[in-house]
C-alpha cells in the first residue's frame, strides 16, 4: 500500500495566488521529500524536510512537517503559469531501504 | 554529466515477448530504483539496489528481473511480457549516505506499450 497520500489529487488556480498542497503517511520516518514532474519528463526533487525539522524554505517553496498528524504540506507562494505540473511527496520507511511515492496532486495555474 | 539515462523511450511490445529497458548513470551513485507510474496509482517501486551486487523487491515485482552488476548500470527485465506491464517505467539513482536522505535523480522514462 503507498505510504504517502496527496490531497488533493487536482488543484486549478490562478496565476499569483498561491497553492497548498497537502501529504500523509502512515509510519515513523527519516525524512519527506516533494517532487515536481512536468508533464512527460521525469521527476525533479524540489525539497527535503527531515523528521527533526518542522518548516523548510525555498525560494518561493515552503514546506511543513507535522510528524504527530504523520502529514506534511508544500505551499508555492505566488504562482506561475510554469508551475504547472504534477507534485509527489516521497517517504522513506525508516529501514534504509526503500522510498515510497504518493499518488500525487496535479496542479494547473492559469495564466 | 548525463546523469540517468534511460533507453529505449518508446517500446511496444506483443503479449509473451521479453526486454530489457537499460537504466545507467554516470554519478557514481550506490542507490538505484525502478518504479513504473501509471494513472491515478502514482509510482510504484519494482526493485531497488543499494550496490553493486545487491537488488532487493519493491512493491509490485512481479514478472520483473533485477541485476546489478556495475554500479553504473541497474537493468530490468520483462520476462514475458503482459498487457498489465503497459506503463510508463523510472528509472531513479541517489548516492546511499546515512540512509534514505538523499534527493533521487530520476531518468525521463520509457514509455511501455504491450498488445
Known amino acids: 500500500s503507498q505510504q504517502g497520500e496527496e490531497d488533493p489529487q487536482a488543484l486549478s488556480i490562478q496565476e499569483g495566488e498561491n497553492a497548498t498542497m497537502n501529504c500523509s503517511y502512515k509510519t515513523s520516518i527519516n525524512n519527506l521529500q516533494w517532487y515536481r514532474q512536468n508533464s512527460g519528463r521525469g521527476l525533479v526533487h524540489l525539497i527535503l524536510i527531515r523528521s527533526n525539522e518542522r518548516e523548510k524554505h525555498s525560494g518561493r517553496l515552503r514546506v511543513t512537517l507535522d510528524t504527530s498528524k504523520k502529514s506534511s504540506s508544500l505551499l508555492i507562494t505566488a504562482s506561475r503559469a510554469a508551475d504547472t505540473a504534477s507534485y509527489f511527496c516521497?517517504?522513506?520507511?525508516?529501514?534504509?531501504?526503500?522510498?515510497?511515492f504518493g499518488q500525487g496532486t496535479e496542479l494547473s495555474v492559469k495564466p | 554529466n548525463a546523469g540517468v539515462t534511460q533507453t529505449p523511450k518508446f517500446q511496444v511490445l506483443k503479449t509473451g515477448q521479453s526486454m530489457t529497458l537499460q537504466c545507467a548513470q554516470d554519478?557514481?551513485?550506490?542507490?538505484m530504483s525502478w518504479y513504473r507510474q501509471d494513472p491515478g496509482m502514482g509510482l510504484r517501486l519494482i526493485h531497488y539496489s543499494v550496490g553493486a551486487g545487491i537488488t532487493d523487491q519493491g512493491e509490485v515485482p512481479n514478472g520483473y528481473n533485477v541485476s546489478r552488476s556495475t554500479t553504473e548500470d541497474f537493468p530490468l527485465r520483462l520476462l514475458s511480457a503482459a498487457p498489465s506491464q503497459t506503463s510508463v517505467y523510472f528509472c531513479?539513482?541517489?548516492?546511499?549516505?546515512?540512509?534514505?536522505?538523499?534527493?533521487?535523480?530520476f531518468g525521463d522514462g520509457t514509455r511501455l506499450s504491450i498488445l
Open positions: 554519478m557514481n551513485h550506490e542507490y
Open positions: 531513479a539513482s541517489s548516492p546511499l549516505q546515512r540512509g534514505r536522505d538523499q534527493p533521487q535523480h
Open positions: 516521497a517517504t522513506d520507511d525508516n529501514q534504509g531501504g526503500k522510498l515510497i
